[in-house]
């Protein structure tokens, strides 16, 4: 059936016509007019699904091959004279075995030609990277690569069958002595099923047919010829369910331009840009402009926009583009003329065995032809040396049978000595020998054949005795010969998950309106929360305690009452909430301290206990764990005379627990109102701070580079090109300057070593010890002159300087300056040592030759650092305790039931 060729109205009738002698043309809207298509289904569809799989789509396991593709290799092997044939010779010689077309016969030969293993091509083949197709057949040229004459083909060996018109005979399988499968993959389309074969690394196969023959563990991974990186951790061994991530190569040209290098498998440059293209459409990515530059190699180059991280843009290809892709891998193979489903280390097993099965048949083939030589041999030197061909009954024999009966007779003290009977043929064979052959004969010549074979022989039967090694040697001269051809172009690791949410471009802004209730990206004149991005959940907590998750959206209705909304991140352990409520109307008061990280979005939650009447008095969000202290100003109790109506609250000395808790009873009395008495500080440890320097900025998403674990009252050290440094925190919403020459966690005690040329003594270069300040204004260590220039600036313990003299009256040698011995350690003001008031060409640091002893654990003491008067929060400060009642009694509340 021709790939183009359907089932259609006039097939279907003509079949039933011959099944059924009473059809006749119904009208489709009789409903008593039925006719029952069981025998459509279950004949003549699972006829053609069978064909299709057995005979199409699917590769055997015997070979590695598809039909089309054995018959191709068949065909060019009957061509087969060392030089190159036009494709569209090798498409017509195929079309006596294959009867589909020269459409997909073509196209099966170029994809062959593609993957550069069977086929040795010339010409335009087209282009995996580009999606270029090939030239036509009737300008590119093939043969047999030296590797398929090596490996595939052994008419001795091979079961033979006739061709679909009769007239000539193709292979049932080829002699195929190597995993061809597993190192040209496959893919195709049945009926009900489908096979996708991951192509594998040439000289990796030859490894794991070894590790197998020798009992050894060996495992297999895909090699992509579009190169790439691969994460292999649910491959599941080629089986059907496994997923494999396979990213493209990206570099940094430069802090505004990534290159993608390499494309994953079954993408092309083209397809990859319009998937970055479309990214960059819906606002997933900033990106300025996408130049394809591919020709030989792929060069793909993301111009990013100004003030866009390279590094959170190189996370966003991965999440939002076809630079990583899932491949799900279905190894179906035909075995025993049914389709299987089996792992990669099956096939590559049943493989190695075909392999060893055919050498083996190889041997015996060729042990077969020596023995039979060895026999002929044997048989000639009797004839010969008896010279039985002169005996008078010989020469005088009436007919051929006599003479025959005359030699078989002769024979016969010999025939214990022969391999085999001697048969009629045998002697006749003998009496068909030339005389100038008899008389050019040679004992010597004749012994040394006869033991020549037996030596071949011997070795033969030795190999079969030893079948294991033979293999193994055998994949060992593969790998050898042809292994440097292939090497692995995709690498294997581990990807770190990429959290879409965490790389989107926050294009959005998200508003509240609090009057009538509704909350959106769309709600431009009403309050701004905060950026956001169009696949970003926002979290929502309400005044009575509730608390959901809602999908960001242009305007959506949540309701009143709202008094806390973010962006919500799932997962995230260090945003923690504290809050004090009121359980019921008038139950006792709870503070509790919890953070969210996963919950079922649109599901409403409570803070609270759920009672009825229950209202949250506090609530705060700390991004990174703050625990602040709060004052509470408890009601009047008019049957006290003396009472107590202030109480503080450290959060810190709250434990944090599940969203769930009840929390921790704070007081039976009624509250008047609860205030902030002064910020905290954070009670998760220490967090990992980065910098990124293509928006210096500062992150806690592992964008740029590791600035050190900061805990409370740790700075972030900042020293600019012109010589000014500063001290700062490490918030997230800092700003940093765009000629920063170091930025590091500070540390009080490092001593740094400048060399400067100083304006105020004619330029001369001097040399400085110092440690930096700890204050958040700036200040120069250059000193107070605008003209002095900074040579070098180094934090190394012991440090060594080399001085290059550039006079050329006055030539002098260079002069090395061991810092710590040159100067002392004083402040960053001091002025510092000349070095010389010769004229200098050069300056700089040399290695050093020793470095600082480690330190034991406790002799750092925690450095101590300058902290910033806290602002006075108490709303109460100030007042005398009479003021405070009369506000009180004033119902001057902060928290009413009309407000909450």
Request: hydrophobic content about 35%; aromatic content about 10%.
């Amino acid at each position: 059936m021709n790939d183009n060729e359907n089932f259609n109205g006039n097939d279907i009738e003509t079949g039933m016509e011959e099944k059924h002698s009473d059809y006749k043309p119904v009208n489709r809207f009789d409903a008593a007019a039925v006719h029952h298509l069981s025998g459509m289904y279950q004949n003549w569809f699972l006829d053609y699904a069978s064909y299709v799989i057995l005979e199409r789509a699917v590769p055997n396991i015997e070979d590695g091959l598809k039909p089309v593709q054995r018959r191709i290799l068949h065909s060019m092997k009957r061509m087969d004279d060392g030089r190159y044939n036009k494709v569209a010779n090798i498409v017509g010689h195929t079309m006596q075995f294959h009867p589909h077309g020269d459409a997909s016969i073509g196209d099966a030969l170029v994809q062959m030609g593609q993957k550069n293993l069977l086929i040795d091509t010339q010409g335009n083949w087209g282009n995996i990277l580009t999606g270029d197709r090939a030239a036509a057949p009737r300008y590119i040229e093939a043969r047999l690569s030296k590797f398929a004459l090596d490996t595939v083909f052994n008419p001795k060996t091979t079961e033979w069958q006739m061709s679909y018109d009769g007239r000539n005979k193709e292979p049932v399988a080829l002699p195929v002595k190597f995993p061809l499968l597993l190192a040209q993959g496959a893919e195709g389309i049945a009926v009900g099923l489908s096979s996708k074969v991951l192509p594998h690394n040439f000289c990796e196969l030859c490894d794991a047919a070894i590790s197998y023959l020798r009992g050894e563990p060996f495992k297999l991974y895909p090699d992509f010829p579009t190169g790439g990186a691969i994460d292999v951790s649910r491959y599941n061994d080629g089986q059907r369910g496994g997923v494999l991530k396979v990213r493209a190569k990206i570099e940094k040209l430069d802090n505004k331009t990534l290159v993608i290098r390499e494309i994953p498998f079954g993408k092309t440059a083209d397809t990859l840009k319009e998937s970055i293209l479309k990214a960059v459409e819906k606002g997933k990515i900033k990106v300025k402009k996408v130049d394809d530059m591919t020709s030989a190699e792929v060069e793909i180059q993301v111009h990013l926009a100004p003030g866009v991280s390279s590094d959170k843009t190189l996370d966003a290809l991965y999440a939002f583009s076809d630079c990583e892709v899932n491949i799900s891998p279905n190894c179906c193979v035909i075995e025993d003329n049914k389709p299987q489903f089996l792992t990669i280390s099956d096939v590559l097993r049943h493989s190695t065995d075909n392999t060893m099965g055919l050498l083996r048949k190889e041997l015996q083939i060729r042990r077969g032809e020596l023995m039979e030589q060895l026999f002929f041999a044997s048989l000639e030197k009797i004839f010969i040396e008896e010279r039985i061909y002169k005996e008078r009954r010989f020469e005088q024999a009436k007919d051929m049978n006599e003479a025959i009966a005359f030699v078989d007779e002769k024979l016969t003290p010999f025939k214990p000595s022969f391999v085999r009977e001697v048969t009629r043929d045998d002697i006749l064979r003998l009496m068909e020998i030339k005389m100038q052959r008899i008389l050019k004969f040679n004992k010597d010549k004749a012994d040394e054949l006869i033991a020549r074979i037996k030596d071949e022989v011997k070795g033969i039967d030795h190999d079969l005795a030893h079948m294991t090694d033979v293999t193994i040697n055998w994949f060992t001269f593969i790998k050898e010969k042809y292994g440097h051809e292939h090497p692995r172009l995709t690498e294997i690791r581990s990807f770190d998950t990429i959290e879409a949410t965490k790389v989107v471009e926050a294009n959005e802004k998200l508003y509240i309106n609090r009057q009538e209730g509704f909350v959106g990206t769309g709600l431009k004149k009403d309050e701004f929360v905060c950026n956001c991005s169009d696949i970003d959940d926002i979290i929502l907590f309400y005044r009575d305690g509730k608390y959901k998750v809602i999908k960001v959206a242009d305007k959506i209705f949540v309701g009143k009452n709202v008094m806390h909304v973010q962006v919500f991140k799932k997962n995230d352990k260090r945003t923690i909430y504290n809050a004090v409520y009121r359980d019921g109307k008038k139950g006792y008061y709870f503070i509790k301290r919890f953070n969210v990280t996963s919950i079922t979005r649109d599901k409403e939650y409570d803070l609270t206990m759920g009672t009825p009447g229950s209202r949250v008095m506090y609530f705060t969000a700390n991004p990174n764990g703050e625990a602040e202290t709060i004052k509470i100003t408890l009601d009047l109790d008019p049957t006290k005379k003396k009472q107590n109506i202030f109480m503080e609250k450290d959060f810190s000395e709250v434990i944090i627990k599940g969203r769930a808790s009840r929390g921790n009873l704070l007081s039976k009395k009624s509250i008047h109102r609860i205030g902030l008495k002064s910020h905290g500080h954070s009670t998760l440890g220490g967090r990992r701070v980065w910098f990124d320097p293509d928006v210096n900025r500062i992150n806690y998403e592992e964008h740029g580079r590791l600035l050190g674990e900061f805990w409370d009252g740790d700075s972030i050290l900042v020293v600019l090109d012109n010589g000014e440094f500063y001290i700062t925190n490490f918030d997230a919403n800092n700003h940093f300057e765009n000629n920063i020459l170091r930025i590091e966690k500070w540390d009080r005690n490092k001593v740094w070593t400048a060399v400067l040329y100083d304006a105020d003594n004619e330029g001369y270069p001097y040399i400085k010890r110092f440690e930096m300040e700890a204050i958040r204004k700036h200040q120069n260590y250059l000193g107070e002159n605008p003209n002095n220039k900074p040579v070098l600036l180094t934090d190394t313990a012991y440090p060594r300087i080399l001085v290059t003299f550039g006079g050329a009256d006055e030539p002098r040698p260079p002069m090395e300056i061991d810092a710590e011995s040159f100067i002392a350690v004083k402040g960053f003001k001091a002025k510092g040592k000349r070095i010389t008031t010769f004229h200098i060409g050069n300056i700089e640091e040399l290695e050093p030759l020793r470095m600082p002893e480690p330190k034991n654990e406790g002799d750092n003491e925690e450095a101590e650092t300058q902290v910033e008067e806290e602002e006075n929060l108490d709303p109460d400060a100030g007042k005398t305790q009479q003021q405070i009642i009369d506000e009180i009694t004033g119902q001057l509340n902060l928290f009413t039931d009309e407000d909450l």
